[in-house]
Every structure is written in C-alpha cells, then in structure tokens.
C-alpha cells in the first residue's frame, strides 16, 4: 500500500473513481503496433483504452502481442511441424501450401483448414 492511502476518505475515493470511469474511453483498435529501435510488438485485435488524466492522455493496450522484426517479419512465431502436418493431412494439401494457410492465419489450424477447404 502507498503511503497516505489508507487515510483516503471513502466519498473522496468514489470521487475520484468516477472521473477515472467519464475520462476513460473504450477505442474499437482493430491493430496496434509499438515500433523500438530494435523490433515492433504487433497487437492483433486488442483492447484499447484512452484516459485523461490531468491533461495527459494515456493509452492502455490488453492483447497478447507478436514480437517482429523492423522489416515486418515476425521473429518468434514458428508454426509446429504437428499443426503443418494437421493441416496437411485434413485439408489434403501439401505441407508447403498448409505452412503459407497457417501463416495467413496466425497459426490457427483450424481457420487454415477452413481457408483451404473453401469455406
């Protein structure tokens, strides 16, 4: 606990609760990306939230991100031999075309099935 905040007047404490809920507003992010000297963390379909907080705003971001490298590739995303063999084997295509449908689909087996099987 920090210091002095257990001293804190509980109408004052639902006070400042209520501002935080009217500055925070819910963003519909369809991507976001955070670009570093060295990589990009890519947050495919994230929640996202604004607050205005005493003339600062800030940005929360909940989604599981995918490290890439600055060229747009992504670095620690390798697709399981299992899964390219699934896909291979339930869609009745090659490995090579089950490994391009995994990557198009974020290594979802399932969706690459479907993706291949035209549905």
Do not use: H, W
Request: glycine fraction near 8%; proline fraction near 5%.
């Amino acid at each position: 606990m920090m210091p002095g905040m257990g001293r804190m007047n509980p109408r004052m404490m639902k006070k400042l609760q209520k501002q935080l809920q009217n500055s925070t507003e819910e963003i519909d992010a369809t991507e976001v990306i955070i670009r570093t000297k060295e990589k990009e963390l890519y947050f495919s379909n994230p929640s996202v939230s604004a607050m205005n907080l005493m003339g600062q705003q800030t940005y929360q971001i909940v989604g599981e991100p995918q490290e890439r490298g600055l060229d747009g590739e992504d670095e620690n995303t390798s697709i399981p031999n299992e899964d390219i063999e699934l896909v291979a084997s339930q869609a009745g295509v090659s490995q090579e075309k089950a490994k391009a449908a995994l990557e198009e689909c974020d290594g979802e087996p399932a969706e690459a099935i479907i993706k291949l099987m035209g549905g």
